[in-house]
């Protein structure tokens, strides 16, 4: 059984990892890219502890629902609603149209507090990352932008967005990339979530990726010393229309119908993770969230609220579809890369060995497609402008 390509996807609590998968497939499905492949759900949904795995279907729903449900208010809301405290495995089989040439993609989706050096998952993530080809670095934009905004910088200073992107516990876990002394080609790709604000904005994605060049200014030099590394920026809009719209402190509103997030409008009102307001009658109280405080600090991050685009509450994923086929067209290039060296012939023994087995390795991941029509799908949608390289604010850093 052919080998998935496999991608770890590395961010802080709440970022929006599961629902960024959702929308990649669904853009993948219903886009442009289903005249290239057919693209499945292939997850094998399992159960932990007291935790069963959403399925993408879920949270394209749950994001619909959000749409769908506030169209017609102004109200403001919380998303992320079901963070995960599991690792899980996500799916997703391609097939060109007409063929039975096929591949498969597993996103590995990690809980936030597992990029923690001391915690209990320290180890297994680790070694995942010395046997992983992809790392994508999920950035909660909200806070890596409120941390400079004159407006929100004060409840969301530089230490809120550093501890709540988990930047130097991610920083410290990039270090146990394996490169096999610059032999294996290795990608890394920062993705933006929750910057559909910014994306209505002039020349905003660009300021998005700018800042995240500055806040991730020492992963970046420390992984352009690598001899074969790539590093991209690709902003990711999951809904196209929830846009981030204020911080508030974070508090937990303890109701006869049971705890929800909230926050406090005024010293009587609260408004509930739904949007709704509610005043607490007797017996009702409402408490600061203990699970707002970063793991390992004392810091409470406040809460982010969010607002549907007033000019437009359709779901409209975009740029979804870019993360999978750049790294696609990564690991197409790594082949090749090594081929040609194959080829060229004068290697030291142990690196001829190791390049004949990542061959072998990536040809058994790109599993029944052939190569070479695969090199040329690739070009064709490079060359229409399928993949892009450039605008709304995607930048690729360093090619290797």
Request: net charge negative.
């Amino acid at each position: 059984m052919a080998e998935p390509l496999k991608v770890i996807m590395m961010g802080g609590r709440r970022c929006g990892k599961t629902s960024a998968l959702a929308s990649l497939f669904e853009e993948m499905k219903n886009g442009q890219v289903k005249d290239y492949f057919t693209v499945s759900d292939r997850t094998v949904l399992e159960t932990k502890g007291f935790e069963t795995q959403d399925s993408l279907n879920d949270k394209t729903l749950e994001l619909q629902n959000m749409l769908e449900s506030n169209k017609d208010n102004s109200n403001i809301f919380l998303v992320d609603k079901n963070p995960t405290s599991n690792f899980w495995l996500y799916k997703l089989h391609l097939q060109i149209p007409g063929t039975k040439r096929e591949m498969d993609i597993e996103f590995r989706d990690s809980a936030g507090e597992f990029f923690e050096a001391s915690g209990s998952h320290a180890q297994e993530t680790e070694e995942y990352i010395k046997n992983c080809d992809v790392f994508v670095i999920v950035v909660d934009t909200p806070y890596l932008m409120g941390s400079v905004d004159e407006s929100t910088k004060d409840l969301c200073p530089e230490s809120i967005d550093l501890g709540t992107n988990r930047v130097q516990d991610i920083q410290n876990f990039l270090t146990h990339i394996d490169d096999k002394e610059g032999q294996d080609a290795k990608m890394v790709v920062f993705v933006p979530l929750k910057c559909e604000k910014w994306a209505k904005e002039p020349n905003g994605l660009n300021k998005v990726t700018a800042r995240i060049k500055e806040v991730y200014g020492t992963h970046i030099k420390n992984l352009s010393a690598y001899e074969k590394m790539n590093i991209c920026v690709i902003p990711m809009q999951t809904s196209g229309n929830i846009l981030f719209s204020e911080f508030r402190k974070a508090y937990i509103y303890n109701s006869i119908d049971g705890p929800v997030r909230c926050c406090k409008i005024d010293d009587e009102t609260v408004r509930k993770e739904d949007g709704e307001n509610d005043l607490p009658m007797p017996g009702e109280t409402v408490v600061e969230d203990g699970e707002a405080v970063i793991n390992g600090t004392t810091l409470q991050r406040p809460y982010s609220w969010y607002q549907i685009n007033p000019h437009d509450s359709s779901f409209a994923p975009k740029n979804c579809d870019q993360l999978p086929l750049h790294i696609i067209r990564f690991m197409l290039m790594k082949l090749m890369d090594a081929e040609a060296k194959v080829q060229h012939g004068g290697l030291l023994g142990w690196i001829y060995d190791f390049l004949r087995d990542m061959i072998d390795r990536i040809r058994g991941i790109f599993g029944t497609m052939n190569t070479e029509e695969l090199k040329q799908i690739i070009g064709r949608m490079q060359r229409s402008g399928l993949i892009k390289d450039t605008g709304d604010g995607i930048e690729i850093i360093k090619r290797f």
